[in-house]
């Protein structure tokens, strides 16, 4: 094993994913190597208690990188998502180039790319009673009846959406549910919105709104409670009656780019008919 270089120092986190052995191995092999490269390795909650870091390494697939970007946005810290799930479309490297990927932190040989999250608050009889931020997309929908859905862009109605409900995407989501929704591939920031499986709608097509934009949707659906889900990570039930705000988020998600895949590649389709 080689000696720790003492012209590289840093300070750097790692979180796995719990349900995929591969990843909770790699991060016993990332921790060695960030210890050889002369850097102290935190994990998550040491984070979240105050520790400050230079960067935080992903290891699973998007799942575990919504997860925590989202959790180290507020803290201003880029991650680095190194895949160990099935597609991985947000991770910057697979799993083969772990060790890459530490040596590009280490040597701080990487560009920062800040991407836009939406935040949504639900609003019950005009109180707030959740919030939520996410990177890639809030659904107002997963129920297994069809929905009824009013809404609102900068205070000019829209008109009903009947059908499984509505998304609104950022940049990064547009090339996950917004996509296989219909939706448009954004390289730009900006706000996806979609209707997914409608059967009436006053969105004749997915359109695609200034970043600076207010959404407002209000749940019509009589005996129905859909729910508002972040990135398919958290939800919140709502009744009828219901309005949720969505806009662009104060907080920005941050991602480590060390320049190996350009964003124009990204618009490929692979034979699975995802995109990546």
Partial sequence: MSQPSSSVQGRFAIIASESRDSAQKAAEQARQRFVQQGAEVFTLEQVLAGQEIEALL????????????????????????????????????????????????????????????????????????????????????????????????????????????????????????????????????????????????GIATPAVLPRDSTLRIANRSRGVRPYVIADGQKDYQIDEGTEIEIVTSPIQALLVDPGWVSPASKLKINHGGSVG
């Fill in 58 to 201: 992903s290891l699973g697939g998007d799942g575990t990188l919504l997860h925590a970007a989202r959790l180290m946005g507020p803290r201003s810290v880029p991650v680095l998502g190194v895949n160990f799930g099935r597609l991985g479309y947000l991770c910057t490297a697979e799993a083969d180039q772990l060790e890459a990927a530490v040596d590009v932190l280490c040597q701080r040989a990487y560009q920062v790319d800040a991407r836009d999250m939406v935040r949504s608050r639900v609003f019950n009889r005009r109180e707030e009673v959740w919030q939520v931020d996410a990177l890639n997309e809030v659904l107002v929908g997963g129920s297994t009846r069809t929905l009824t859905l009013e809404l609102w862009a900068n205070g000019e109605p829209l008109g009903l959406v009947r059908g499984d409900g509505v998304i609104v995407s950022t940049r990064t989501g547009s090339s996950a549910y917004a996509y296989s929704a219909g939706g448009p591939i954004l390289l730009m920031e900006a706000l996806v919105l979609v209707a997914s499986n409608d059967i009436a709608s």
